[in-house]
């Protein structure tokens, strides 16, 4: 029978022990090793089962909290623990000596918006890279001591659990999340629980409620429509992650970028913090949080004019896009839109009142016109905005060139800071027992570690996931149908000594989960090496809407079946946190071979290299910005190659080759005590060299310097004397906008002067003022098609007066930085100082040709 309800019966902490409360709720124990043990010791199975302190807690009998409220010992590890934890929560960091140090302004506040956060498997709200990687920058930022507050959603579902039918076709199930059991406290003031509400068409209105996660110093605020005050489809909004129609996905980005500003507002105000003067939208699914500043600005006691506020939300707002595929870049129908802004009749927004709906659409426009793009509305929205790698950058500068026409697209204004992952979370405790807890200190020790030991660390891991696979194989048998008396082999798979390649990742076709597969017979020959045996972890999850993904995956485990082969290559379901991080540790090789340039960044290779796994990867994401020859291998990409079957064959042949000639020789070859010397120098040099590049705080510092910085430096110019610049600027584009059409480069004439090149140009300004423009000259050597290469610049200055046609001249003395062929041009931009980088308005003029 199934229970009717469930509710939870609590042993009451004793009062020497209430402390383990606050350890439990904080999720700095994610990252505390002593906070871990603790709870380990109150209940060492349910600890392993669960690695949840609140589980634990919640389960632990009378009898057991009474021996340990009597056990000195116990009782003051409590309290070291919390007081531990107390300073943590309050020791001065990096960001204030910062913030002191610089010359520019540092925020009072940032708000970090996601549509998934993976901070712990405890807290199942994300599905994979982007949610792990907004986890981690919290952690960073907590560490750092950024005063950071995040903003996203609570699912009462998450993302799906992963399990394989008999014949490895990939099944979801849905467990629900009980916020009651989970680390978790409503937001309420002094009427009680806080309640956002937004209006929804047909007078309705779509209510929250606002829980919050600590995790370290930096508060999560999640949103849940899952209460009484909604309807039944209201009350769904907040069911699923990633798993509904276009409908229900815009109401979700609706409620996390309208509701999650309003839940800021209000946890700002309960709590007395800063208001962020930045905000950072971490993909494009945020992007409803810059229209919601806008109408908090128009609509409240700024009252400003639409294009004054947008100046103001423009100057804070950073954006981060994060997938060069075109499918992975949200769009709506514009129809779909309209219908949620749902204008009155004179077109002015329900949704966000005192806006113009038909303004808003705009703000999300693209080549095509039934289509609103919530990356272009981002990228309108952010003066700031990056990329998640150096190659990323570079592609989606090409990719997004179109929002600034007539600039080259290295010229487009989208920089790129490089994921990074949190080394407390993700290196495994072995070599935080050999090196430490000091992450500005471990790469010295790496580099001193005698290779006896870490080559023992390494065996140590790899043991450990031979565990794990034995323990998930058997697991997973008994789930797709088989009896133990079938799963005797399970206990015996995998060598503790073989060489382990990790291949963990999401099904999107891009990452080609089956490259591996392409030709059989040449892996089954890798594997069944008897000298040299291989072995083989794989894992990820499909999109449930996604049959090809599945078809994939099933693929594979068919694969994986065949009794000559299970022993040496696995698929384990349910890739997550809990499993990643036993794979991460334990491979000696984490293989990516995904079609370049679709990979952004990805971040599972930096795990690995974490704890001295090698990379065998295609040069995509950050891999591409960061091998060097001794941290790993690169797979040559047949990227010029069209058709995709040769180019999949040619890259899977350069996969097995290197297998065969580079990465299992290097690995078996070995000195007399049976050390893998050169393997042992690469280890090395990944720990203590490609280590410290990997880090979330090493990203969290750039986003700080880069981004977030110069954002609250323009944020508070913007803002200053009642908004002054913000009305400046707003004034001056509209001018521009109007006038730009009239201006023009006349005449351009050049003569030779003692220090290089005397430029002059007569250019038609309209009614521009000469000094609404900035001119410059161009100067470079010309490729045959007539481009300007590696160029340098000089501004030109304006002569008094005009010419006789009523043009104004400008001059500059260039001087060439090279010899060959050489040319030069002109161009009009604008100018203004509240502009953060000349394509900015994505207007320039050159001259006719
Ligand atoms: C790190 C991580 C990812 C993302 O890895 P990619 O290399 O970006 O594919 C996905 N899932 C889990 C569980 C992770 O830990």
Redesign the pocket.
């Known amino acids: 029978m199934k229970a009717f309800r469930r509710f939870n019966v609590r042993v009451p902490l004793p009062s020497r022990l209430t402390d383990l409360a606050v350890l439990a709720n904080n999720l700095r124990w994610v990252w505390h090793v002593p906070t871990q043990e603790l709870f380990a010791a109150i209940d060492p199975e349910r600890w392993a089962s669960t690695g949840d302190p609140l589980r634990v807690l919640a389960d632990v009998d009378q009898d057991r909290m009474d021996a340990l409220a009597a056990d000195e010992e116990f009782v003051t590890r409590v309290r070291d623990l919390a007081a531990e934890l107390k300073d943590y929560l309050a020791a001065p960091q990096w960001f204030g000596r910062y913030a002191e140090s610089t010359e520019t302004v540092a925020p009072q506040g940032i708000a970090y918006f996601s549509m998934e956060f ?1 901070i712990t498997e405890v807290l199942p709200i ?4 982007l949610g ?2 907004a986890g981690d920058h919290l952690k960073a930022a907590s560490d750092l001591g950024l005063p950071l507050i995040g903003v996203g959603l609570f699912y009462r579902s998450g993302y799906f659990r992963q399990s394989l039918s008999h014949d490895g076709w990939q099944i979801e199930r849905y467990p629900v999340n009980d916020p009651g059991a989970l680390p978790l406290t409503l937001l309420t003031d002094d009427s009680g629980p806080v309640i956002i509400g937004i209006a929804m068409p047909g007078d309705r209105t779509l209510h929250a409620q606002v829980w919050v996660a600590s995790v370290g110093r930096i508060p999560l605020l999640l949103l849940d429509s899952d209460i009484a005050l909604n309807d039944e489809e209201l009350r769904a909004v907040t069911d699923r992650l990633y798993g509904g129609d276009q409908d229900h996905r815009i109401k979700q980005e609706i409620l996390l970028g309208i509701g999650g500003v309003r839940a800021l507002r209000d946890y700002v105000r309960i709590t007395g913090r800063a208001e962020p003067s930045v905000f950072h939208m971490n993909e494009g699914h945020a992007g409803f949080l810059g229209v919601e500043r806008i109408r908090e600005l128009v609509d409240g006691p700024a009252a400003l004019d639409f294009d004054t506020a947008e100046a103001v939300v423009r100057a804070s707002n950073v954006f981060t896009t994060h997938t060069p595929v075109p499918a992975g870049i949200d769009r709506f129908p514009t129809d779909l839109v309209r219908y949620y802004l749902d204008a009155g009749p004179d077109g002015s927004s329900r949704l966000l009142p005192g806006l113009h709906a038909g303004t808003v659409l705009e703000l999300g426009d693209e080549a095509d016109p039934g289509v609103f793009n919530m990356a272009h509305m981002g990228f309108r929205l952010g003066q700031r905005s990056n990329g998640v790698s150096r190659l990323h950058g570079e592609v989606s500068r090409q990719m997004f060139a179109d929002l600034w026409p007539g600039f080259d697209a290295d010229e487009v204004p989208i920089g790129s800071i490089t994921n990074g ?1 949190h080394g407390f979370t ?1 290196v495994a405790r072995p070599w935080r027992d050999l090196v430490g807890e000091d992450e500005d200190s471990a790469p010295a020790h790496y580099a001193e570690l005698p290779d006896g030991e870490l080559w023992r660390t390494r065996q140590t891991l790899r043991a450990g996931l031979v565990d794990e696979v034995r323990r998930r194989a058997h697991a997973s048998g008994r789930d797709r149908g088989f009896i133990d008396a079938e799963l005797g082999w399970t206990a015996e798979i995998f060598d503790p000594e073989a060489l382990t390649i990790g291949f ?3 099904a999107a076709t891009y ?1 080609r989960l089956t490259l591996m597969l392409r030709d059989p017979d040449r892996l089954r020959r890798i594997l069944t090496d008897a000298e040299r045996p291989v072995q083989l972890v794989i894992a990820g999850k499909a999109h449930p809407a996604d049959d090809g993904g599945k078809a994939l995956i099933q693929q594979v485990v068919r694969f994986t079946d065949d009794p000559e082969l299970r022993h040496k290559i696995v698929f384990l379901p349910d ?3 809990s ?3 036993h794979i ?1 540790a334990g491979c000696d090789v984490w293989l ?1 071979n995904p079609v370049r340039p679709m ?1 952004a ?7 690995s290299a974490l704890n001295g796994g090698l990379n065998l990867s295609i040069l995509d ?1 950050w891999w591409d910005e960061m091998a060097d020859g001794e941290n790993g291998w690169a797979i040559p990409s047949a990227e010029g190659v069209v058709d995709e079957h040769r180019r999949d064959d040619l890259e899977a042949e350069a996969l097995y080759s290197l297998l065969e000639e580079s990465v299992i020789p290097l690995f078996y070859t070995r000195t007399p005590d049976g050390v893998p010397q050169r393997w042992v120098q690469m280890v090395r040099h990944t720990l203590s060299r490609l280590g410290p590049k990997v880090l979330a705080s090493r990203m969290v510092r750039d986003y700080t310097v880069e981004l977030y910085c110069p954002a609250a430096a323009a944020f508070d110019a913007i803002c200053a004397d009642d908004y002054a610049q913000a009305g400046d600027l707003a004034s001056y584009r509209a001018l521009i906008a109007a006038a730009w059409s009239s201006v023009m480069i006349a005449g351009v004439e050049d003569e030779k002067a003692d220090d290089g090149l005397l430029v002059t140009a007569h250019v038609a300004l309209g009614d521009l003022d000469p000094d609404a423009v900035k001119v410059e000259v161009i100067l470079g050597r010309v490729t045959d098609d007539g481009d300007i290469i590696d160029p340098v610049s000089a501004r030109m200055a304006p002569a008094d007066g005009t010419d006789a046609s009523g043009r104004t001249v400008y001059a500059a003395t260039i001087g060439p930085r090279s010899s060959g062929l050489l040319g030069y041009t002109v161009r009009v931009l604008p100018n203004h100082p509240a502009l953060s980088d000349d394509a900015e308005l994505g207007l320039v003029r050159y001259p006719e040709v």
Do not use: H, P, Q
């Not at 994300?126 to 890279?129: A, F, M």
């Not at 960044?601 to 795990?607: F, L, P, R, V």
């Open positions: 993976g994300y599905s994979g890279g792990i990687l992952v993700w963990a990742r999401r990452k890739y997550d946190i499993m990643a991080r991460y990516n990979e960044c990805g971040t599972s290779g930096m795990k994401g």
